[in-house]
């Protein structure tokens, strides 16, 4: 399987105190988890949003609806 590509500009003069094997670590599982914690949040909070504008719709006028 191909590597995804490098996003970010490295600064090549200064030497970096990761090592190879703990930037790979992190390119493959701190990232990804990272980015499914971002994305998970991101639809909780669209679902909140979304549940925030459906309690201003009622079926009837005066009639209030409880959620729990």
């Given amino acids: 399987m ?10 090549r003069s200064r030497q970096s105190p990761l090592t190879p094997e703990l930037k790979e670590f992190i390119d493959r599982a701190i990232v990804p988890a990272l ?6 949040e991101d639809v909780l909070a669209n679902d909140r949003e979304d549940a925030a504008h459906s309690h201003s719709r ?8 409880v959620r729990p």
């Fill in 2 to 11: 191909a590597s995804a590509p490098k996003l970010v500009n490295v600064d």
């Fill in 35 to 40: 980015v499914k914690q971002y994305l998970a």
């Fill in 58 to 65: 009622t079926a009837a006028p005066g009639l209030e609806i």
